[in-house]
């Protein structure tokens, strides 16, 4: 039998630790999609709820950017696909609010998008990784718009909705560059939004 070190006990309790907080964090915020969508149905609103199966924001220049596009990009699970495109093809999801919390290096997150017209609510619960984020807050701040992307696991988008407040993502860039691996790759200038 291998005998444990006591730096060893440490990491272990540390990692469950960190677990422990994760899923108590994500717990919480789908609790939050829960109330939110409760309350608005208690208002009129037809809603949908949709715990994403993996989520996390990509740039330009991942493969799912392909040199231009960037977002947050959900995926949503089978049995919600076809009720989401059937609302986009109705529908244009105008408005929308979007609820953070941070943890440890993640973002905890339910967008809220809204379709008046038809007075449908589709909330969206997701986490992902700060230090996966720098691209995409760095191209959402330079271009003052943000994209979420609805998709099935084999990458089909099934919805798309731009933002015109990147910021209400973003909120602290430099919070981000503080895990992002690649952060030297952008300066100062990069975040003024002057093109010289």
Known sequence: MVELGEEDVSQAERIATDADRRREAWGATLDDMTAMADELEADGWETVRIAAGDSGPFGPSSPKGNGEAFGIAYVIPGDKAQEVTDLFEQASFSEYEIY????????????????????????VAGAWEMRHALECAMTAMDEGRMYTFLQKLNG?????????????????????????????????SDTDGDDE
């Open 156 to 188: 089909d988008v099934v919805g798309v909705v731009e933002h015109d407040d990147p910021e209400k993502f973003f909120p602290n860039v430099e919070a981000i560059k503080s895990y992002a691996p690649n952060a030297d790759e952008f300066d100062e």
């Open 100 to 123: 953070r919390a941070e943890n440890d290096g993640l973002v905890y997150m339910v967008t809220a998008l809204f379709a008046p017209e038809l007075q449908t609510a589709i909330l």
